[in-house]
């Protein structure tokens, strides 16, 4: 399975964009997707998790009730719709696959997943 993040760009704090993931190069949809970022001169870090059936999904504390993660199992993509965006949010947004179907302890982790797509730049400016 291959991963391919896109719908990264510039916007104004405030603001809003839509992320996307699409899987290739595979039949199964059980797996569980994350999305993650990472900040210039910081850590990668969690941003997002959603189980196989896109009923469970997790979100870091600095993107709740911003953020929403969502998935189309039909068309093997995976979604991130972020709003009320900060500056704080700027950063390489990665997209990222667990085997496991449903979200546990791990699924915050970076070492939970296998599976991880190249990056998008997000920038939000004040």
């Known amino acids: 399975v291959q991963l391919q993040a896109s719908g990264g760009g510039s916007v104004q704090s405030g603001g809003f964009l839509r992320l996307s993931c699409a899987a290739s190069?595979?039949?199964?949809?059980?797996?569980?997707m994350g999305w993650f970022r990472q900040a210039p001169g910081k850590e990668r870090e969690f941003v997002a998790a959603i189980a196989w059936t896109g009923i469970t999904t997790r979100y870091a504390d600095s993107v709740k009730g911003r953020f929403t993660i969502s998935r189309d199992n039909a068309n093997y993509t995976v979604d991130l719709q972020m709003n009320s965006l900060k500056p704080d949010d700027t950063a390489v947004y990665f997209c990222?696959?667990?085997?496991?179907?449903?979200?546990?302890?791990?699924?915050?982790?970076?070492?939970?997943?296998?599976?991880w797509g190249q990056g998008t730049l997000v920038t939000v400016s004040s």
């Open positions: 990222a696959a667990d085997g496991r179907s449903h979200l546990n302890d791990y699924s915050s982790k970076q070492s939970a997943y296998s599976i």
């Open positions: 190069g595979g039949t199964s949809t059980s797996y569980t």
